[in-house]
């Protein structure tokens, strides 16, 4: 068996969701009522700024810089540095509605160790981050600089664990600290005294009382939004549905990074989502609350039908193929971000980057989206590091703005609810609390200088972590017996529904593990060889469900069996096999695009496991086509 370097060329494969007339309808909808113009928005300098933050987006937080330590924060801008240096940050080939296209953003996973994040159809392998723990293990899968970067955002995930689960309600500007650990208000006034509350140890009780009460308002109002198509099959925990309206699909991302003409992206979410939403803002200013009150023209609209893209909402109750029956995770208690995902983008670097259609905020680096595949309700924090160039900080004013990075909200299925813009100096960090994921959509707009963003998550990980995948295979190969005089094998159990279990193992396997893993390259052993092993292991046992399959084959063609049964193990064993024999195709048409093409050597996708036809340490062939025209010839003659 070897591995094999892509050549044809695309074909999609992919089911889709709704229907499109239904599609047309919801976004006509939409834009009858949006009418021809653009939806205002809100930044500091606005009037009504700050009574919008806390009516509509309370949820979010903003940490000044001032309130980490100086020594976390050199330490990590140390590392980012270091992780661009070495070339550990790559746009990720995601797919988008059968499309292929290259994110915006350069983007690395970094996590516990055996951890993935799974998002648009891309199952990123976390680099391990390198606690005190692990180093007294001794782990040593990255050269010692890769080592303390990865110690240094480890830090900072510590660092923002703590800060994240002792916020109290209502906290939204950060509390600097002195060297000592003293802490000082650093926004004065109304903002902060409307909200102190001095039981500082909220555990979020009341908050979450608060946004169920809500709860129901935004889940009706929202069956009338619902659009979009959901793009991860991950996870089984709850319902899992898409809420939000987007332009032409969220996350900014190149089709060819050479060009960088763009197409979209969206990032779902993941989870419940009752969402909850206000109207107190509906067709109306807000009136001018603390702050400066100074008056912003609302932006002209400008947009075009082809600017939306209004998308379907699926449920997926139980997961495709989950065998599991555990209840949603729901986020309680002290948080533990597992991964962060880290975002780099040079401006500078970028020909062309995507307007933001709906409020005229300016120029995306990540569209309209909402992060997916996190533990219900769980927060999301991100740590801001926008790399100087002596133009100064961020300061209120709208060309100056302009210049710095800045994060756009807008309540999802909502044009009446203003979007709010908030600036981002470096060091800055901000949080996404309680349902605010679910309720709000975000975008990135970019400043002008290179800038990194660290956003630390609790991934769902109930089917996502190598220790899962690896007790699955167990499972699989529990039902594979191996004579240990002769080396050969049967198959403990014929019941077609354990046979089931593991052709959908082994599906698991092959297309969730291996084929994400090597459709990524080089990436990962390049930088790290924390994951070379375990995906060998993983490949070895993957190889022994081949002879499973291969064994439940012949028992299927041997002649002198019970019809039923029969039967029904022939139409297991054949839906098991065109669902394998199409991800195939998909995954070759995946390695083997035109944009596929574009990468160096060392990044290219790799389409693996591939074998050729008389290979003889293979049980089958690659290519099922024959086989499956086997065994529905068999069944048509039954
Ligand atoms: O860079 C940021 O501030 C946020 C990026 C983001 O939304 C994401 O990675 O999901
Ligand atoms: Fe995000």
Redesign the pocket.
Known sequence: MKARQCKHNSRNMKRSGDSEGEKRRKRRRLLQELGDQKIPFLGPSDRGFQQLWDSSYFGLVLRKSCSLPAELHSRVQAALLTLRKKGCLLKDLVRVRDRDVFTA?SRALLGEPGHTYRYLDTRLFAIPWHSEDAEVKGQNCCDPDLRDACKALWELNTFLCSDVSQLKEGDQFSQCMKAEGEAKLVEEGETESKHSDDSKNSEGGDSESRQSEEGDTESKHSEEWDIESKHSEEGCSGSKQEAGWETEEGESSQVKPSEGSFAGVS?HSEGKCPGWTTEAFSGTKPEPVGLEAQEKPVAQLKHSLSDYHIQDREELAGGLGCSQTSPPQVCTGPVKFNVT?L?YMDPAQMSHLKEEPYYGMGKM??GW?H?ENLITHSPVA?Y?YSCHDDKGECSEGSSVEKACWR?GLKVAWDIHTPGLMLP?ESGDC?YMRDDLNNTHQ???LAGETARF?S?HRVAECSKGTLTYIQSRCQEALSNLHTDPETGSHSLVTLQPTALQHCEEIHNEVEFEWLRQYWFQGQRYARFCSWWTRPMEQLEKDWKLMETMTMLFLATVEEEGQAEERRREMAETLLSALTDRHQQRQTWRDRCHSSLAQTLPPEEAPVDRPFWGVDDPGMPLPFDLADIISRVESLLWRM
Do not use: G, K, M, R
């Open positions: 953003v990032e995902l975002n680096a990540v989206h992060d991100v801001n994060i981002l901000y975000h975008c990135v963003s956003t």
